[in-house]
Every structure is written in structure tokens, then in C-alpha cells.
């Protein structure tokens, strides 16, 4: 299976801290994307790196890219409570649109 | 950005009916569509693609003829899961690519099915 996999599986933080998860892949990509999701909801799209990128900024999301270790990292930093919720990393298959998600963070940032 | 949206939002069914899962583009034409199950604390499992006017293209180990879907227009794709049984409860997401959307897929905020 091409699923990532991200650790923590768990991450629980006080306001302010910053947050970094990490995310392996077994695959070569195209691209990683980073996505949000909030306890039973859809999905927020968050930033997507190219493997050719090393690294890329989003307001207080930093997101980077090893394509040798095959691995990615986001960064948010002055962590706010509205930031608890599970994160995905998301890999594609060449040329398919096709992304294939990682088991997930689950942040708690506590107020 | 663009906007997907699923209808229903959650469904509870008997066991043995059939439940549809819509799943519409509202502002992009969406080539590809994706579908998604996700299990509680769980990550997304990704079931098939469909590509408009073609047939789906279903995952390993994903029942075609259990999962019907149907992407007959750029911005409308459904998933019709039959027969559904206990086991089917769970949450199913869909999500959009194509013209104006870029590499980004764009994600329906997903339907919560509950089987009795």
C-alpha cells in the first residue's frame, strides 16, 4: 500500500506552542498535499509542495519536503485552540490525480 | 477556492435498501471525482475515480456492484451503495478535480451513513 503513514498519531499542545507533524511515504510523487479536517467534517485543503519544492509557507503553516528520506513535515506555529483537529498528508499517484492519505495527526491544542 | 458539495449530509437507512450519495462541483467543471471512506478515527480510504462519461475505476478489495457510481455530468457524480448492511455505516467523502481547479482536490464535507 502506498498509505502514509504520520506521527504523531497524537498531539496535544498548549496555546501558543508550536505543532510539527511529520508524514513518510513509500512512493516516489509528484506532489504532498497537507490537509485539515474538523471532528465529522470534509476536508480543508492547507498547502500542496511539488517535488521539486523544499519548502513552502502558508500564514503560521510551514510545510517541508525530503523527496531522499521520502518524508514531509507541517509546522504551525503560535498554535491556537481553533487549530485542534486531525491533519492528513496526502500523496498522488504520477499522473492520476489520484492522492492516497496518510493515517493522520490528531492535534488538541488546549487554552 | 472551489466549492463541493454532498447531499445528504447524513442518512440513516434499514438494512437491505439502497442508499444514494450525491456529490456536485458548484463552481468548476469537474473532469475526475474521487470517493472516500473513512472510518471513525481513521484515516480516508480511497474507494474509486470516476472520470465524467467513463466507468469508475474501483480500488482493490472495493465491491463494484455493492458501490455503484455514476458520473454522468461535469459537475455531479453519485455513489450508490446497495444493499447496505451494518458493516457499510460509515462516513463517505467525495471530492473534485479538474478545469480551474488545478492539482488541488477539493472535498464535499461527506454524508455520514448509518445502517440499522
Known amino acids: 500500500s502506498q498509505q502514509g503513514e504520520e506521527d504523531p498519531q497524537a498531539l496535544s499542545i498548549q496555546e501558543g506552542e508550536n505543532a510539527t507533524m511529520n508524514c513518510s511515504y513509500k512512493?516516489?510523487?509528484?506532489?504532498l498535499q497537507w490537509y485539515r479536517q474538523n471532528s465529522g467534517r470534509g476536508l480543508v485543503h492547507l498547502i500542496l509542495?511539488?517535488?521539486?519544492?523544499r519548502e513552502k509557507h502558508s500564514g503560521r503553516l510551514r510545510v517541508t519536503l525530503d523527496t531522499s528520506k521520502k518524508s514531509s513535515s507541517l509546522l504551525i506555529t503560535a498554535s491556537r485552540a481553533a487549530d485542534t483537529a486531525s491533519y492528513f498528508c496526502?500523496?498522488?499517484?504520477?499522473?492520476?490525480?489520484?492522492?492516497?492519505f496518510g493515517t493522520g495527526t490528531r492535534l488538541k491544542v488546549l487554552a | 477556492g472551489a466549492v463541493v458539495s454532498q447531499h445528504p449530509s447524513r442518512v440513516i437507512c434499514k438494512s437491505g435498501t439502497s442508499v444514494k450519495i450525491e456529490c456536485r462541483s458548484l463552481?468548476?467543471?469537474?473532469?475526475?471525482m474521487f470517493w472516500y471512506r473513512q472510518f471513525p478515527k481513521q484515516s480516508l480510504m480511497l474507494m474509486a475515480t470516476?472520470?465524467?462519461?467513463?466507468?469508475?475505476?474501483?480500488e482493490q478489495g472495493v465491491e463494484k456492484d455493492k458501490f455503484l457510481i455514476n458520473h454522468a455530468s461535469l459537475t455531479l457524480s453519485t455513489l450508490t451503495v446497495t444493499s447496505a448492511h451494518p458493516e457499510d455505516s460509515s462516513f463517505y467523502i467525495c471530492?473534485?478535480?479538474?478545469?480551474?481547479?488545478?492539482?488541488?482536490?477539493?472535498f464535499g464535507p461527506g454524508t455520514r451513513l448509518l445502517v440499522l
Open positions: 470516476s472520470n465524467e462519461g467513463s466507468k469508475a475505476t474501483y
Open positions: 509542495i511539488r517535488s521539486n519544492e
Open positions: 463552481d468548476f467543471q469537474a473532469t475526475t
Open positions: 496526502a500523496t498522488d499517484k504520477s499522473g492520476t490525480y489520484k492522492y492516497i
Open positions: 512512493t516516489s510523487i509528484n506532489n
Open positions: 471530492s473534485a478535480t479538474g478545469q480551474g481547479a488545478g492539482e488541488t482536490q477539493y
